[in-house]
T-cell receptor, first 114, second 115 residues
Framework: GAGVSQSPRYKVAKRGQDVALRCDPI?????LFWYQQALGQGPEFLTY????????KSGLPSDRFFAERPEGSVSTLKIQRTQQEDSAVYLC????????????FGPGTRLTVT | AQKITQTQPGMFVQEKEAVTLDCTYD???????LFWYKQPSSGEMIFLIY??????QNATEGRYSLNFQKARKSANLVISASQLGDSAMYFC????????????FGTGTSLTVIP
């Protein structure tokens, strides 16, 4: 069975450009999470979806960050007007239930803003 | 205050020896879960072990065990019989019942297994 996949794996953007990062969770997984991992740091929570509903977006660092999961499966994290401080690895994770403690992570998208 | 503290940026261990990776946490929620993840150079986070705050016994998963000391708020990971493939970053994380969805991660420990 396929795991969580993310695309692109690497993205280079010029400052000010918009980017879109895609996450394909494990089929049937209700919960989907986005994390930001800066170099040398642990992942930091960005946002959480239960099916198509975005239940928690408290970790999004600014209003330039936007996430959606319109059909309750694939999710897209969009960053508008990218800044250098947005350079990081963006990790997506999914889990099978609301209280399921085991999250399955994707390989991440490494974003570099120049 | 940091929710998760990992004070060892880097650790070395001889192959076949045991190693302990430290983790302390901070929460006022009586219900929480503690996790350890492994992140190899490929970047993917791999779940290793889980300990619930009400669990009476320390969690074990194969060569991994979690030394849970609730009063001291510590959740150290013990890897027995280290293998070369254990070389990776290791992250301690916590999930609180009150905040529910958020995982709080530490800054990680880089483990290198020496042949």
């Amino acid at each position: 069975g396929a795991g969580v996949s993310q695309s692109p794996r690497y993205k280079v953007a010029k400052r000010g450009q918009d980017v879109a990062l895609r996450c394909d969770p494990i089929s049937g997984h209700v919960s989907l999470f986005w994390y930001q991992q800066a170099l040398g740091q642990g992942p930091e929570f960005l946002t959480y979806f239960q099916n198509e509903a975005q239940l928690d977006k408290s970790g999004l660092p600014s209003d330039r960050f936007f996430a959606e999961r319109p059909e309750g499966s694939v999710s897209t994290l969009k960053i508008q007007r990218t800044q250098q401080e947005d350079s990081a690895v963006y990790l997506c994770a999914s889990s099978s239930g609301l209280l399921s403690y085991e999250q399955y992570f994707g390989p991440g998208t490494r974003l570099t803003v120049t | 205050a940091q929710k998760i503290t990992q004070t060892q940026p880097g650790m070395f261990v001889q192959e076949k020896e045991a190693v302990t990776l430290d983790c302390t946490y901070d929460t006022s929620d009586p219900s929480y879960g503690l996790f350890w993840y492994k992140q190899p150079s490929s970047g993917e986070m791999i779940f290793l072990i889980y300990q619930g705050s009400y669990d009476q016994q320390n969690a074990t998963e194969g060569r991994y065990s979690l030394n849970f000391q609730k009063a001291r708020k510590s959740a150290n990971l013990v890897i027995s019989a280290s293998q070369l493939g254990d070389s990776a970053m290791y992250f301690c994380a916590m999930r609180e019942a009150n905040t529910g969805n958020q995982f709080y991660f530490g800054t990680g420990t880089s483990l290198t297994v020496i042949p």
